[in-house]
């Protein structure tokens, strides 16, 4: 009965902190620098000469690909879209993972078994999605330039835009129990008929 106490305490102080005002202005300042980002880095990127052939090698207009058909030297360029990286990928996955570590450490706490594991569950779920998207795009916009890293630059593309979002309902629905059961009767309707 303790436990159930405290989770509603937990619970409360948690809607206490996170009021609809907070909520709102947060999401505002997510897409006001989301845009003033995309709009800073293609006014600089288009202002660039560009060479022919005006063919991008790349799956998507991006800013490296962009960068890669001037004419003059890029290093400026670079060195923003570098910080900018940073900014937005490298600070963001240190404060999620530090705010896992703080909350690991509260789930060690919790006497039952069930518990625990339930709660593992479910920060496991966003810890794979998290580092799946935060794992590609870095590797995506802070990889060093080397004559392999155009096809490597393509794929990883390919993979942070295309296939981790298509892995995110899969990974956060199979945690239902019922999705389970029907996946686990699909496979085994997949591998008996083969």
Same mark, same amino acid.
């Given at each position: 009965?303790?436990?159930?106490?405290?989770?509603?305490?937990?619970?409360?102080?948690?809607?206490?902190?996170?009021?609809?005002?907070?909520?709102?202005?947060?999401?505002?300042?997510?897409?006001?620098?989301?845009?003033?980002?995309?709009?800073?880095?293609?006014?600089?990127?288009?202002?660039?000469?560009?060479?022919?052939?005006?063919?991008?090698?790349?799956?998507?207009?991006?800013?490296?690909?962009?960068?890669?058909?001037?004419?003059?030297?890029?290093?400026?360029?670079?060195?923003?879209?570098?910080?900018?990286?940073? #900014?937005?990928? /490298? +600070?963001?996955?240190?404060?999620?993972?530090?705010?896992?570590?703080?909350?690991? !450490?509260? @789930?060690? =706490?919790?006497?039952?078994?069930?518990?625990?594991?339930?709660?593992?569950?479910?920060?496991?779920?966003?810890?794979?999605?998290?580092?799946?998207?935060?794992?590609?795009?870095?590797?995506?916009?802070?990889?060093?330039?080397?004559?392999?890293?155009?096809?490597?630059?393509?794929?990883?593309?390919?993979?942070?835009?295309?296939?981790?979002?298509? #892995?995110?309902? /899969? +990974?956060?629905?199979?945690?239902?129990?019922?999705?389970?059961?029907?996946?686990? !009767?699909? @496979?085994? =309707?997949?591998?008996?008929?083969?």
């Amino acid at each position: 009965m303790n436990w159930v106490n405290e989770s509603i305490i937990q619970e409360l102080s948690c809607w206490v902190l996170m009021h609809e005002t907070l909520c709102l202005q947060l999401a505002a300042a997510c897409w006001i620098t989301g845009f003033g980002n995309s709009v800073w880095l293609s006014t600089l990127t288009l202002q660039l000469p560009l060479c022919d052939p005006y063919v991008i090698d790349h799956f998507l207009c991006e800013v490296p690909a962009l960068l890669k058909l001037s004419c003059v030297d890029t290093t400026a360029n670079e060195g923003e879209l570098f910080l900018v990286s940073v #900014l937005f990928h /490298l +600070i963001p996955l240190t404060l999620i993972l530090t705010s896992y570590a703080f909350i690991g !450490r509260a @789930v060690m =706490r919790i006497q039952s078994a069930e518990g625990r594991q339930k709660a593992f569950g479910t920060c496991g779920s966003h810890l794979i999605v998290v580092s799946l998207f935060y794992g590609t795009a870095t590797s995506m916009y802070l990889q060093p330039p080397s004559p392999s890293s155009k096809d490597r630059g393509k794929t990883v593309s390919l993979f942070y835009g295309i296939i981790a979002p298509m #892995l995110n309902p /899969l +990974i956060y629905t199979l945690r239902n129990k019922e999705v389970k059961e029907a996946f686990k !009767r699909l @496979v085994a =309707r997949v591998f008996l008929i083969k």
